[in-house]
Antibody, heavy 116, light 107 residues
Framework: QVQLQESGPGLVKPSQTLSLTCTVS??????????WSWIRQPAGKGLEWIGR???????NYNPSLKSRVTISLDTSKNQFSLKLSSVTAADTAVYYC????????WGQGTLVSVSS | DIQLTQSPSSLSASVGDRVTITCQAS??????LNWHQQKPGKAPKLLIH???NLERGVPSRFSGSGSGTDFTFTISSLQPEDIATYYC?????????FGPGTKVEIK
């Protein structure tokens, strides 16, 4: 069964770029007609969809973050990545990766704090 | 953006009680609605997809119904392990959105 695992720095300085990777195991990121999403959740708050990437490489982003977000795919490593530029404290959150429109399965999540 | 409103925002019920959560969409989402369970400190988990389809391995006490803009999530007999926050989520229109969540506690 497919499993997802997020990885990346847990602390990012304000104005810098947050970079996270999601590694997919148990299946190929290129197979099937899936897309792959990033979602975040500030502490004690709800869930916000950041954006998605198709196995073909096409992307869609949440307009609220679009100017700062890039999602990319590395099929050779079976990974997809998130870059969020010009971060502020408001970007502090647990970041999750997941699959498809059903959002299943989810990675375990990784906490990213933005602080100097 | 499609707004999802959930009611109630929290509830406290006894073991064995029937629990119902509603989710209303700001426009027709053509049954592209899922329900997720998030236990404290854990990632969300998909319970029900496309309004009423139970994921494999999910207990049958969980169910979903509805259509168009109005949806319902039910736990037929609340169990201690059901303590969690439940989120509805639409994938009919971009950006995908979630309801604000309903926190379920045991009385």
């Amino acid at each position: 069964q497919v499993q997802l695992q997020e990885s990346g720095p847990g602390l990012v300085k304000p104005s810098q770029t947050l970079s996270l990777t999601c590694t997919v195991s148990g299946g190929s990121i290129s197979s099937g007609n899936y897309y792959w999403s990033w979602i975040r959740q500030p502490a004690g708050k709800g869930l916000e969809w950041i954006g998605r990437i198709y196995s073909s490489g096409g992307t869609n982003y949440n307009p609220s973050l679009k100017s700062r977000v890039t999602i990319s795919l590395d099929t050779s490593k079976n990974q997809f990545s998130l870059k969020l530029s010009s971060v502020t404290a408001a970007d502090t959150a647990v970041y999750y990766c997941t699959r498809g429109g059903r959002f299943d399965p989810w990675g375990q999540g990784t906490l990213v704090s933005v602080s100097s | 953006d499609i707004q999802l409103t959930q009611s109630p925002s929290s509830l406290s019920a006894s073991v064995g009680d029937r629990v119902t959560i509603t989710c209303q969409a700001s426009q027709d989402i053509h049954n592209n609605l899922n329900w997720h369970q998030q236990k404290p400190g854990k990632a969300p988990k998909l319970l029900i997809h496309d309004v009423s389809n139970l994921e494999r391995g999910v207990p049958s006490r969980f169910s979903g119904s509805g259509s168009g803009t109005d949806f319902t999530f039910t736990i037929s007999s609340l169990q201690p392990e059901d303590i969690a926050t439940y989120y509805c989520q639409q994938y009919d229109n971009l950006p995908f959105t979630f309801g604000p969540g309903t926190k379920v506690e045991i009385k």
